[in-house]
């Protein structure tokens, strides 16, 4: 049945209805209108729907929105108000990391994740965190260096 | 006999730039969250010249983009294209997509309104200039006539015009509304490419900044006041249909709205995806599966083994092939190749509003004319009454050059009085996909004194373009499929090409990135590292001695033996492998450096490339085209392969239809080399380079000469010899 859901999302309370075990990507999406999340496998294969919730990288697209009713949830509209989110951002466009970009928002959400919780990530803590997120324009290569360079922007 | 049927891409080059005036239609690349997307405005630029540019009171400087963004950079190569010739000011510029009309914005070398074949710059580098240096022309008359000074005598730069003798400017913004009133020059010169200050920097793309916050729109992003969504299931089996529907339990699902019964699929609407989804899979479906229903994939390798046997329609022979191949040390060899899906991030989708006098459709299509008027008979309305709003693409590929997913919203849009947007699962996309076909390339060649004397090649596979593009299906040759065989970059004195059509039972093909070369340059750059070995060469030196004729390509092979360290020493197992191509008028070469532990596992060491494309409009552009190709190519080599089972495709979703990943991504070098050349295209290119290189590294490493793809880690252990 639908139930009367509240969340925070990007520091704003978000009322609707919703089913409990309706996929958070989906309440994103398609209730909020919040679009910059992107929908990929459904089966989280891929990474596109990549959100932070209390900091974290998580997968929305298998997430029901019950899971986090009382969870801060932050998407790629707002990570830029965070530090690592902002560094991100910044060393994505310097680096020119973004083809069709369908991806990028996933990757970025898992980037600030890594940063946030790692700051100065050798290849294998990049690896491990950047692994679930695919690219099919193959952005790999610029991902790693613009990860770097964040950190380096962090440390200076 | 000496046949060469001059069948070349460029043969099919139809019409010429058609200007004229246009309204200016504002389709923002991004939106606002939370908000619907904005109506159009349709404000008539100040200046409008033609319908490329825009420029109002303000000087704000909007370029109109006949190809489409797929992540190709092409925004940006366009618009520096265009403001490089209008001298304009760069940091001022914006990007609008055009809408549809093949007249205006046609690809010259389709006549069509489409975006594929790495041509966007190839076929708009000199109408695009022509353009932009006629409205400059324009811009400066106006100026002059004002001070009434001749043309001559004043110079333009950065969206302003001079007159250097009386110290005077003005800003092109200033001189819009009199420049609207000036005739169009006949014969523009262009500017000399050493007076360019826009093309060939590295220019930031325009399209990015708002891929990094969510604000940027693709077609699943659009959002329309009063839409609801849907998600379909269409008949496993390809040409199947429906038999029957019980949706007694799906349409009691909370935020099912309706269940929509085609020829071929069931779609249900919802008030959200997951509404729709919760629905498709509550209905009971049975399909009538049709004739297509038990065939395999080894019934498709059967037909094709089979149908390669016949002699081709011969697209060249130059020379005397019989008597070459009748003397020397002979060589034979087949390759094959399987088919492949697109999976493009952003899933296949369509979002449409049918009205009793309208149909509109929101979405991101590579071919916007072929989208409306396959909507129109759809809808079952005059083309004139579709409406395309075209979006950011989340990956083309060449999936995107089809209609089918427009047609079917359209469809289910038909049932309803509401928008709908209709989005694929991964699964849908994946199982009903337009594939690359399966290929056989049959190579046969002799050497004489440690070079090929006589090479006869025979392509069998499906002609995409005889369904694609019938009037360019000729004489029996797809030209696509035989694209860069006919284009082999080597000195064969005695070289014959042949062309097999053979179509895979039941599954539709299409383009997939990178197209016929993917074919010609796996199976030439294998043969051309086993043929080395036969006469005793280095794979770089056999290839170079065959190249004399050719000296761009001879000049990157050269470049990337040094840049790669081709010849050094590697531990056991590790091995390097070359490959040249000439595909899509630029000339590529690339080394990919690959172990190969004992129970067969590859992993990518190094890639480095080294590209002359020409002018490189955004040499920062080509290079990452070029890393993404060569991961996309890679990709491929090491997981891709749609198999049939039962007449279903086996394949759903990520888990078991691969990707590369980050953790298995090389350090990727890529060297754009200066060049005064007209631009060659680049889009596709990488994706050509990967397999061959990988496999002929494989072949060091291992002595293991594969000729099947995806890689088959069974034949690589430890132990093993072909």
């Given at each position: 049945m639908h139930m009367a859901t509240t969340l925070t999302i990007n520091g704003e309370t978000k009322s609707f209805d919703a089913p409990p075990e309706m996929p958070l990507l989906w309440v994103l999406r398609d209730i909020l209108g919040m679009t910059g999340t992107k929908f990929g496998c459904g089966i989280a294969q891929c990474g596109a729907c990549t959100v932070h919730v209390d900091g974290k990288a998580v997968r929305s697209c298998v997430l029901p929105v019950s899971a986090v009713a009382n969870r801060t949830v932050t998407t790629i509209e707002h990570v830029g108000s965070t530090p690592a989110g902002a560094k991100v951002q910044k060393a994505w466009l310097e680096a020119e990391v973004i083809q069709c970009g369908y991806c990028q928002s996933g990757q970025i959400m898992a980037a600030a994740a890594l940063l946030a919780a790692t700051p100065n990530p050798d290849d294998s803590d990049i690896d491990a965190a950047m692994a679930g997120n695919i690219c099919r324009c193959g952005t790999y290569v610029r991902i790693r260096e613009a990860i770097k360079h964040a950190a380096n922007g962090r440390q200076s | 006999m000496n046949a060469h049927n001059?069948?070349?891409?460029?043969?099919?080059?139809?019409g010429g730039l058609a200007t004229g005036f246009l309204l200016a239609f504002h389709l923002p690349l991004r939106a606002a969250v939370n908000e619907p997307v904005q109506p159009r405005d349709t404000t008539e630029g100040k200046f409008a010249p033609n319908a490329f540019i825009r420029i109002d009171e303000t000087g704000r400087t909007v370029l109109m983009m006949p190809q489409v963004e797929m992540g190709q950079g092409t925004y940006t190569s366009i618009s520096a294209v265009l403001a490089e010739e209008l001298d304009a000011d760069w940091s001022k510029v914006e990007v609008q997509h055009a809408p549809p009309n093949d007249k205006l914005y046609g690809n010259p070398t389709f006549g069509l309104q489409v975006t594929g074949n790495s041509n966007s710059i190839r076929a708009w580098w000199l109408p695009l200039r022509q353009a932009g240096a006629t409205a400059r022309a324009m811009l400066v008359q106006a100026a002059a006539s004002q001070w009434g000074v001749e043309p001559s005598s004043c110079t333009a730069a950065k969206g302003e015009v001079a007159h250097e003798a009386s110290g005077r400017k003005l800003a092109y913004g200033a001189l819009a509304l009199a420049a609207q009133g000036q005739t169009p020059p006949k014969d523009v010169a262009l500017k000399d490419p050493k007076d360019f200050v826009i093309i060939g920097q590295p220019l930031k793309r325009l399209d990015t900044p708002d891929k990094v916050n969510g604000k940027a729109v693709y077609g699943i992003d659009a959002i329309l006041p009063g839409m609801k969504f849907a998600t379909v299931a269409a008949c496993p089996v390809f040409g199947g249909k429906v038999g029957k529907v019980d949706d007694s339990a799906a349409i009691k699902l909370p935020g099912v709205r309706k269940v929509v019964v085609l020829d071929d699929m069931v779609a249900v609407i919802g008030d959200h995806m997951w509404a729709a989804k919760q629905g498709l899979e509550a209905l009971k479906i049975e399909w009538n599966?049709?004739?297509?229903?038990?065939?395999?994939t080894k019934d498709i390798w059967d037909d094709l083994r089979k149908a390669s046997q016949k002699d081709g329609a011969v697209a060249k022979s130059d020379g005397d092939i019989a008597k070459a191949l009748a003397s020397g040390d002979r060589f034979e060899a087949a390759y094959e190749l399987p088919f492949l899906a697109h999976a493009s991030m952003e899933p296949i989708n369509a979002t449409v509003h049918v009205r009793p006098d309208a149909c509109e459709i929101w979405t991101g299509t590579q071919i916007m004319t072929r989208v409306q008027s396959e909507a129109a008979k759809a809808a079952g309305l005059p083309v004139d009454k579709v409406i395309v709003n075209n979006h950011l693409l989340g990956g083309g590929f060449g999936r995107k050059l089809e209609p089918d997913m427009v047609i079917a919203a359209v469809k289910i849009a038909r049932q309803v009085d509401y928008p709908v947007k209709v989005v694929w699962t991964r699964e849908e996309d994946i199982q009903h996909d337009v594939y690359r076909p399966v290929y056989r390339d049959q190579i046969t060649a002799s050497l004489v004194d440690g070079k090929v004397a006589g090479w006869k090649y025979k392509v069998a596979g499906s002609a995409v373009l005889a369904r694609w593009l019938p009037p360019a299906f000729q004489k029996g040759i797809d030209i696509d499929a035989i694209d860069a065989a006919v284009d082999a970059p080597y000195d064969f004195a005695n070289f014959h090409v042949e062309y097999v059509r053979a179509e895979p039972l039941s599954v539709p093909t299409g383009f997939w990135r990178g197209v016929g070369p993917n074919n010609n340059v796996f199976a030439v750059e294998c043969a051309m590292d086993e043929l080395a070995r036969k006469a005793g060469k280095d794979p770089i030196e056999f290839r170079k001695s065959m190249l004399t004729k050719n000296p761009r390509m001879l000049a990157v092979l050269s470049q990337v033996a040094e840049k790669s360290g081709w010849g050094q020493k590697l531990p056991p197992r590790v091995g390097r492998g070359v490959c040249v191509q000439p595909s899509f008028a630029s000339f590529i070469a690339t080394v990919v450096e690959a172990e190969i532990d004992d129970i067969g596992e590859i992993t990518l060491r190094r890639v480095t490339s080294v590209v002359d494309t020409g002018i490189a409009v955004n040499p920062d552009t080509v290079k990452a085209q070029i890393e993404g190709g060569l991961i996309f190519g890679l990709t491929a080599a090491l997981y891709g392969e749609i198999t049939i089972d039962k007449g279903r495709v086996q394949q759903s979703n990520f888990h078991d239809y691969r990707m590369m990943r980050i953790n298995e991504t090389p350090k990727i070098e890529v060297i754009v080399v200066k060049s005064g050349e007209a631009p060659g295209g680049i889009g596709e290119a990488g994706v050509n380079a990967g397999p061959p290189a990988l496999r002929n590294a494989i072949y060091a490493a291992t002595g293991v000469a594969l000729?099947?793809?995806?890689?088959?880690r069974k034949l690589l252990a430890a132990g093993k010899k072909a």
């Amino acid at each position: 049945m639908h139930m009367a859901t509240t969340l925070t999302i990007n520091g704003e309370t978000k009322s609707f209805d919703a089913p409990p075990e309706m996929p958070l990507l989906w309440v994103l999406r398609d209730i909020l209108g919040m679009t910059g999340t992107k929908f990929g496998c459904g089966i989280a294969q891929c990474g596109a729907c990549t959100v932070h919730v209390d900091g974290k990288a998580v997968r929305s697209c298998v997430l029901p929105v019950s899971a986090v009713a009382n969870r801060t949830v932050t998407t790629i509209e707002h990570v830029g108000s965070t530090p690592a989110g902002a560094k991100v951002q910044k060393a994505w466009l310097e680096a020119e990391v973004i083809q069709c970009g369908y991806c990028q928002s996933g990757q970025i959400m898992a980037a600030a994740a890594l940063l946030a919780a790692t700051p100065n990530p050798d290849d294998s803590d990049i690896d491990a965190a950047m692994a679930g997120n695919i690219c099919r324009c193959g952005t790999y290569v610029r991902i790693r260096e613009a990860i770097k360079h964040a950190a380096n922007g962090r440390q200076s | 006999m000496n046949a060469h049927n001059n069948l070349s891409r460029r043969s099919l080059l139809t019409g010429g730039l058609a200007t004229g005036f246009l309204l200016a239609f504002h389709l923002p690349l991004r939106a606002a969250v939370n908000e619907p997307v904005q109506p159009r405005d349709t404000t008539e630029g100040k200046f409008a010249p033609n319908a490329f540019i825009r420029i109002d009171e303000t000087g704000r400087t909007v370029l109109m983009m006949p190809q489409v963004e797929m992540g190709q950079g092409t925004y940006t190569s366009i618009s520096a294209v265009l403001a490089e010739e209008l001298d304009a000011d760069w940091s001022k510029v914006e990007v609008q997509h055009a809408p549809p009309n093949d007249k205006l914005y046609g690809n010259p070398t389709f006549g069509l309104q489409v975006t594929g074949n790495s041509n966007s710059i190839r076929a708009w580098w000199l109408p695009l200039r022509q353009a932009g240096a006629t409205a400059r022309a324009m811009l400066v008359q106006a100026a002059a006539s004002q001070w009434g000074v001749e043309p001559s005598s004043c110079t333009a730069a950065k969206g302003e015009v001079a007159h250097e003798a009386s110290g005077r400017k003005l800003a092109y913004g200033a001189l819009a509304l009199a420049a609207q009133g000036q005739t169009p020059p006949k014969d523009v010169a262009l500017k000399d490419p050493k007076d360019f200050v826009i093309i060939g920097q590295p220019l930031k793309r325009l399209d990015t900044p708002d891929k990094v916050n969510g604000k940027a729109v693709y077609g699943i992003d659009a959002i329309l006041p009063g839409m609801k969504f849907a998600t379909v299931a269409a008949c496993p089996v390809f040409g199947g249909k429906v038999g029957k529907v019980d949706d007694s339990a799906a349409i009691k699902l909370p935020g099912v709205r309706k269940v929509v019964v085609l020829d071929d699929m069931v779609a249900v609407i919802g008030d959200h995806m997951w509404a729709a989804k919760q629905g498709l899979e509550a209905l009971k479906i049975e399909w009538n599966e049709g004739p297509n229903a038990e065939i395999t994939t080894k019934d498709i390798w059967d037909d094709l083994r089979k149908a390669s046997q016949k002699d081709g329609a011969v697209a060249k022979s130059d020379g005397d092939i019989a008597k070459a191949l009748a003397s020397g040390d002979r060589f034979e060899a087949a390759y094959e190749l399987p088919f492949l899906a697109h999976a493009s991030m952003e899933p296949i989708n369509a979002t449409v509003h049918v009205r009793p006098d309208a149909c509109e459709i929101w979405t991101g299509t590579q071919i916007m004319t072929r989208v409306q008027s396959e909507a129109a008979k759809a809808a079952g309305l005059p083309v004139d009454k579709v409406i395309v709003n075209n979006h950011l693409l989340g990956g083309g590929f060449g999936r995107k050059l089809e209609p089918d997913m427009v047609i079917a919203a359209v469809k289910i849009a038909r049932q309803v009085d509401y928008p709908v947007k209709v989005v694929w699962t991964r699964e849908e996309d994946i199982q009903h996909d337009v594939y690359r076909p399966v290929y056989r390339d049959q190579i046969t060649a002799s050497l004489v004194d440690g070079k090929v004397a006589g090479w006869k090649y025979k392509v069998a596979g499906s002609a995409v373009l005889a369904r694609w593009l019938p009037p360019a299906f000729q004489k029996g040759i797809d030209i696509d499929a035989i694209d860069a065989a006919v284009d082999a970059p080597y000195d064969f004195a005695n070289f014959h090409v042949e062309y097999v059509r053979a179509e895979p039972l039941s599954v539709p093909t299409g383009f997939w990135r990178g197209v016929g070369p993917n074919n010609n340059v796996f199976a030439v750059e294998c043969a051309m590292d086993e043929l080395a070995r036969k006469a005793g060469k280095d794979p770089i030196e056999f290839r170079k001695s065959m190249l004399t004729k050719n000296p761009r390509m001879l000049a990157v092979l050269s470049q990337v033996a040094e840049k790669s360290g081709w010849g050094q020493k590697l531990p056991p197992r590790v091995g390097r492998g070359v490959c040249v191509q000439p595909s899509f008028a630029s000339f590529i070469a690339t080394v990919v450096e690959a172990e190969i532990d004992d129970i067969g596992e590859i992993t990518l060491r190094r890639v480095t490339s080294v590209v002359d494309t020409g002018i490189a409009v955004n040499p920062d552009t080509v290079k990452a085209q070029i890393e993404g190709g060569l991961i996309f190519g890679l990709t491929a080599a090491l997981y891709g392969e749609i198999t049939i089972d039962k007449g279903r495709v086996q394949q759903s979703n990520f888990h078991d239809y691969r990707m590369m990943r980050i953790n298995e991504t090389p350090k990727i070098e890529v060297i754009v080399v200066k060049s005064g050349e007209a631009p060659g295209g680049i889009g596709e290119a990488g994706v050509n380079a990967g397999p061959p290189a990988l496999r002929n590294a494989i072949y060091a490493a291992t002595g293991v000469a594969l000729r099947r793809l995806p890689i088959d880690r069974k034949l690589l252990a430890a132990g093993k010899k072909a």
